[in-house]
């Protein structure tokens, strides 16, 4: 099974690869987000040390603008929030683009006349959802492995940021969040959309669908993700573990759907 999954995901690999637009715009997001957010972090982190060292109310004139802050408690209040909304638009990112790949993984082989091969080949439709699935995030979750695990170990090295360990690699919970949260939702919702492209019977249609899914399943997944950062290991894993066995609903109920669409 593993390995007609990995060969299904590596054929949806090399397609996506085949796109290098769209992995240009992905990892420009990707870096913009993290970008920012470190700029910000600098910024106030910068002027709590000028607070702190020298005493003069006159260094934080640029945060009295934005928030009439009157002192370093409230520079670090701010950090807390930039931290959050890095963590957010991070996690909702990774989930939204996801989806988004996935949402023509099986329309497109039916379009290009390839998928009454794949079903005619000696694998499971459930192996085949799967591998789709997996080749279609493939990218997006490597980019995102990738730039946001750096972006966050550098905002760790700022003191505004580390105040709130939680919302950073420092914590155990927050790779288990980051690593197998993130990939977990990201597949969850990637088969959703995997199984609207199968039962869409057009480009339009399938768009429709799967950006309806999208707005709400990144919103959704990215907020609980995030609230999983404080609650505690045991509710990220059960967050895990519920991200899992939705997938492996969709994909069951995705794979008595993909045969019968073949010849519409």
Same mark, same amino acid.
């Given at each position: 099974?593993?390995?007609?999954?990995?060969?299904?995901?590596?054929r949806?690999?090399?397609?996506?690869?085949?796109?290098?637009?769209?992995?240009?715009?992905i990892?420009?997001?990707?870096?913009l987000?993290?970008f920012?957010?470190?700029?910000?972090?600098?910024?106030?982190?910068?002027?709590?040390?000028?607070?702190q060292?020298?005493e003069?109310?006159d260094?934080?004139?640029? #945060?009295?603008?934005?928030?009439?802050?009157e002192?370093?408690?409230e520079?670090?209040?701010?950090g807390?929030?930039?931290?959050?909304?890095?963590?957010?638009?991070m996690?909702?990112?990774?989930?939204?683009?996801?989806?988004v790949?996935?949402?023509?993984?099986?329309?497109?082989?039916?379009?290009?006349?390839?998928?009454t091969?794949?079903l005619?080949?000696?694998v499971?439709?459930?192996e085949l959802l799967l591998g789709?699935?997996?080749? $279609?995030i493939?990218?997006?979750?490597?980019l995102y492995?990738?730039?946001?695990?750096?972006?966050?170990?550098? $905002?760790?090295s700022?003191?505004?940021?580390? $105040?709130?360990?939680?919302?950073?690699?420092?914590s155990?919970?927050?790779?288990?969040?980051?690593?197998?949260?993130a990939?977990?939702?990201?597949?969850?919702?990637?088969?959703?959309?995997?199984?609207?492209?199968a039962?869409?019977?057009?480009?339009?249609?399938a768009?429709?669908?799967?950006?309806?899914?999208?707005?709400?399943?990144?919103?959704?997944?990215?907020?609980l993700?995030?609230g999983?950062l404080? #609650?505690?290991l045991?509710?990220q894993?059960?967050?895990?573990?519920?991200?899992?066995?939705?997938?492996?609903?969709t994909?069951?109920?995705?794979?008595?759907?993909v045969?019968r669409?073949v010849?519409?």
């Open positions: 099974m593993i390995r007609r999954v990995w060969h299904i995901a590596r949806e690999w090399l397609e996506q690869r085949r796109q290098p637009a769209m992995l240009t715009v990892a420009t997001l990707y870096t987000v993290t920012l957010s470190v700029l910000v972090l600098a910024a106030l982190d910068w002027m709590v040390q000028m607070v060292e020298f003069r109310p260094t934080i004139v640029i #945060a009295q603008m934005l928030q009439a802050v002192g370093p408690e520079i670090v209040a701010i807390e929030s930039t931290v959050t909304l890095f963590t957010f638009l996690f909702t990112q990774f989930v939204g683009f996801g989806a790949l996935s949402g023509h993984a099986v329309l497109h082989d039916r379009q290009c006349g390839t998928l091969f794949l005619l080949a000696p499971r439709r459930s789709k699935v997996l080749g $279609a493939s990218w997006a979750t490597l492995l990738l730039v946001f695990a750096c972006g966050a170990s550098l $905002a760790s700022f003191d505004v940021a580390r $105040a709130h360990p939680q919302w950073l690699p420092v155990v919970g927050w790779w288990v969040t980051f690593a197998l949260g990939l977990a939702w990201a597949l969850f919702t990637g088969s959703v959309c995997t199984v609207i492209s039962f869409a019977r057009d480009v339009r249609t768009q429709q669908a799967v950006w309806f899914v999208v707005f709400f399943a990144t919103l959704g997944s990215g907020a993700l995030v999983a404080e #609650a505690g045991a509710m894993l059960t967050i895990v573990a519920l991200a899992l066995c939705g997938a492996g609903s994909l069951g109920v995705g794979s008595l759907i045969g669409t010849d519409r």
